[in-house]
């Protein structure tokens, strides 16, 4: 037996176990051999992907297989290189460790690349893995340097790091929830280098965001728009919401996930409240399905005929994994172990028949643009292995 399949059927065993213990339907959620050999072999499919520095696999419509192919600029670059290193940690075999190796280094770039918010995205969730794995100097000097240019975008007056740059007709000054995930960039950056300017800017941003970002019930807003000259709050609204006052799914893993790693570097209490209270809001709504996988907003009026989100799922299975570990509050290492336990079956795991390098199908990326609707996207399985990384 090799590797991957050894660690496949001690996974099994340990997700049938979890699936007992918390209730969960073992009718509706596979995690039989079967199930096992399907991820085993969409891993796989990850190796037979041609290396392309303009060809970084994004997304894919199902029904003409074809592959959305990115260069580094996309937001998304990072993830399939992160991903073949998560097989790497996760499996032992060396083939996915050479793949990886291949396909980093066509983030370099991007840590220079001043025009963008989501340098963390981009060099973090590729060379902060392979920085787990081998402890470099290139690897660390490329984290350094993107943590520079990120700081660029940051505004003292504001409090924050500037989100995107375009649309200046509609926004002064936008900053979105999803931004909370590039200040692990400036967090590691500190470390690294021993230079404390990244982590007071990562601060900053979390403070700001904390004070502005979320309503009353502890969701949270897509974007809030500052005034560049008073830092005031402009407006509240949303791009990727069903409307201003809704409740896109993936932004709220994002808080919980960005606001639970800034507790991580800061011991900051305020944080790991924010963090509960938005995971709470999650796993309690009336809206979540009882299979763990929401729908891409809680409050799409045509629930339950609304489009599912597995990279929201995934990015709040992971970080509730992480929460659970400085809380030890139960309910969110049940939901975490009952969204792996679900995408352990046919329904979600990608047909093996489709060559692609995806492993999930059913997330949406962008339902206001109709772009990514129930499709495989990378960033799901990211955050999916990352889960199984954590909870191991």
């Known amino acids: 037996m090799n590797k991957v399949s050894f660690f496949a059927l001690i996974l099994g065993f340990a997700l049938l176990a979890t699936a007992c213990k918390s209730g969960i339907n073992s009718t509706t959620k596979n995690t039989s051999a079967t199930a096992q050999d399907l991820l085993e072999a969409r891993y796989k499919m990850l190796l037979d992907y041609p290396v392309d520095s303009m060809s970084m696999p994004r997304s894919m419509t199902i029904k003409t297989n074809d592959i ?8 998304t670059s990072g993830f399939f290189a992160g991903n073949l290193w998560q097989l790497y940690r996760l499996t032992g075999n060396a083939e996915y460790k050479k793949q990886a190796e291949k396909w980093t280094p066509f983030s370099k770039k991007e840590s220079a690349n001043k025009n963008s918010h989501d340098v963390g995205f981009k060099v973090y969730c590729s060379y902060g893995e ?9 690897y660390k000097d490329v ?8 700081c660029t975008r940051f505004d003292a007056k504001v409090g924050a790091i500037r989100s995107w740059d375009f649309n200046k007709d509609i926004w002064d000054y936008p900053v979105i929830i999803d931004n909370m995930m590039n200040l692990e960039l400036l967090f590691e950056a500190t470390k690294l280098s021993g230079n404390k300017k990244y ?15 979320f309503r009353e019930d502890n969701s949270c807003y897509h974007v809030i728009d500052y ?23 993936r932004g709220q893993g994002w808080a919980v996930y960005g606001f639970t790693m800034s507790y991580r570097y800061t011991k900051d209490p305020a944080y790991l409240k924010q963090a509960e209270a938005t995971a709470q809001f999650f796993i309690t709504d009336k809206n979540l399905p009882e299979d763990g996988i929401p729908y891409w907003d809680f409050r799409d009026p045509a ?40 995408l352990e079956s ?11 390098p995806f492993i999930f199908d059913h997330s949406t990326g962008n339902w206001p643009k109709h772009d990514e609707i129930d499709e495989p996207i990378i960033y799901a399985d990211y955050y999916f292995l990352e889960a199984l990384l954590r909870r191991k």
């Open 227 to 249: 005034d560049p000259k008073t830092g005031a709050v402009r407006k509240k609204t949303t791009l990727q919401g069903y409307n201003d006052d809704s409740v896109w799914a």
């Open 68 to 75: 959305k192919k990115v260069p580094s600029r996309d937001w």
């Open 130 to 138: 392979a920085l787990k794995v081998e402890n470099k100097q290139e």
């Open 199 to 213: 982590q007071d800017i990562a601060i900053q941003h979390a403070n700001t965001t904390l004070k502005n970002q």
């Open 303 to 342: 629930i339950p005929n609304s489009a599912r989100d597995v990279s929201a799922a995934t990015v709040m299975a992971s970080a509730l994994y992480e929460l659970y570990g400085y809380t030890k509050n139960k309910t969110y290492l049940a939901y975490a172990d009952k969204v792996i336990a679900t």
């Open 143 to 150: 984290i350094t340097k993107g943590a520079e240019t990120l």
């Open 346 to 356: 046919d329904k979600y795991i990608l047909d093996p028949k489709i060559n692609a």
